[in-house]
């Protein structure tokens, strides 16, 4: 009887244990495509699926996907190459081009040309990425060769700050693997979900960009679910709400109103590439505010010389502050003008102050008064118009003259010269003068 009963909760067991396994099997599939589902639905993204169709997790997954009607593409890992390198672009402005110069000037539609790893339709990616063991090192390496550094062109391919990595794993190993590629680490969205086979739950982990500062580790334990308890859709990635105290470098030029900072001699202590200290302006102002709400500091930097903007030199590398930037010297550039350039080697953010430049010339002078009268009639009007006036009196002192000879009468207002020319300016402006004269005594004038 005791045989028997040990038999039937050996079985029992067995039943419950499969049953265990069996709704976890289910739900977890279930569960990632919830995940994927919230990640999609945040933003409009192109969801990507890297994966290598072994588990039947990931078919049931795909089946998941498809009932909610989730438009995705997918790849299998063993098929997908890595992005061949290419010859990096170089070109300069013209003001920089010289006959002995080494740079070469590319027609802009030959400055830039590589294979995407994947077709780009969408502004961004969700990619998602569900292997192991030596497939997961393909998977790093193919997503890592979209990355192209080159002096005056940096594509990081997949890897810009609007892809959104979501990992599955099946243990804290290949978490770890993960979390050790360095330009993972420096991606703002990625989080893994790691199985936890002791109690059937799943673990979320992400990078924790500020270890350095908060002392906590590295790899972020960020939420634990339970196959039997609702999805609340959680924040899975690092939170972006505080940079725990991390110190930025900022390469700053004095420049009114924006940012202005008193100068630092080699005898007070400065050196090249710190020469200004206790800055202030606009845009100190709104550094200020930020440091408030995300909890880091400011260290600043200048390029040597001081006011060196940057430009790309004949041997195709960047000087100034631009390229204490592209050196990784310092980690953001505050108050400069942005250009095609500069976009190549970093990541312009939106701007705060917007500028436009115009000629300026000196504002007119009130005009004198008869310019009323002057101003609306061209030279050539004016010449002609004194001309006929000129003529015509001079024609009626002669007519006038000659009548009183020949009549033997006083004709005075029209044979004196200013009595003449003012009855000929008041016909040209009235068509009549205002002057009473008996015209009828006057037969030449009639």
């Not at 992005?83 to 920089?96: E, G």
């Not at 505080?242 to 900072?261: C, D, E, F, M, T």
Request: charged share 20%; net charge neutral.
């Amino acid at each position: 009887m005791k045989a028997k009963n040990l038999i039937t909760l050996f079985y029992a067991l067995l039943i419950v244990t499969f049953e265990a396994h069996s709704s976890r099997s289910r739900n977890f599939p279930r569960l990632v495509s919830q995940v994927v589902s919230g990640l999609k639905a945040d933003g409009e993204t192109e969801l990507t699926l890297l994966l290598d169709f072994d588990d039947p997790d990931q078919k049931m997954l795909l089946e998941n996907l498809f009932e909610r009607d989730i438009q995705f593409i997918s790849y299998n890992i063993q098929s997908l190459q890595k992005v061949k390198s290419f010859s990096c672009p170089v070109f300069v402005p013209w003001p920089n081009m010289t006959e002995e110069s080494s740079v070469v000037l590319v027609p802009e539609n030959e400055l830039y040309s590589r294979r995407q790893l994947f077709p780009i339709s969408k502004w961004a990616w969700t990619i998602l990425i569900w292997t192991s063991g030596s497939k997961l090192d393909k998977a790093l390496e193919i997503i890592e060769s979209t990355i192209a550094m080159c002096k005056q062109r940096v594509d990081l391919g997949v890897l810009h700050r609007n892809t959104k990595f979501l990992f599955v794993t099946e243990g804290l190993h290949d978490t770890k693997k993960i979390f050790k590629v360095g330009s993972i680490k420096k991606q703002p969205h990625v989080a893994a979900l790691t199985k936890v086979s002791s109690n059937y739950s799943t673990a979320f982990y992400s990078y924790n960009f500020y270890h350095e500062t908060n002392k906590l580790p590295e790899l972020f334990f960020n939420y634990l679910w339970m196959h039997k308890t609702e999805w609340t859709d959680p924040d899975i990635f690092t939170s972006q709400k505080s940079l725990g105290g991390k110190n930025l470098k900022a390469v700053i030029i004095p420049y009114a109103h924006y940012i202005q900072a008193d100068y630092l001699s080699d005898e007070e202590g400065g050196s090249p590439h710190q020469r200004y200290y206790k800055p202030w302006g606009l845009t100190v102002d709104i550094l200020d505010a930020m440091k408030e709400k995300l909890d880091f500091t400011v260290s600043y930097y200048n390029p040597d010389p001081v006011r060196d903007y940057g430009n790309i030199g004949d041997n195709g590398m960047w000087t100034g502050a631009p390229g204490l930037i592209y050196r990784g010297i310092c980690d953001v550039m505050l108050n400069f003008a942005i250009n095609f350039e500069k976009s190549q080697i970093m990541e312009i953010v939106t701007y705060n102050v917007q500028e436009f430049e115009t000629f300026v010339s000196p504002a007119p002078m009130p005009k004198p008064n008869y310019l009323a009268v002057l101003a609306p009639f061209s030279l050539r009007t004016w010449i002609f118009t004194i001309s006929s006036l000129a003529i015509v009196t001079l024609l009626l002192i002669i007519l006038a003259r000659l009548e009183e000879k020949v009549l033997g009468k006083d004709i005075r207002p029209w044979a004196l010269v200013g009595e003449s020319l003012w009855h000929c300016f008041g016909i040209l402006l009235g068509e009549s003068t205002t002057l009473y004269i008996n015209l009828y005594r006057i037969k030449a004038l009639r």
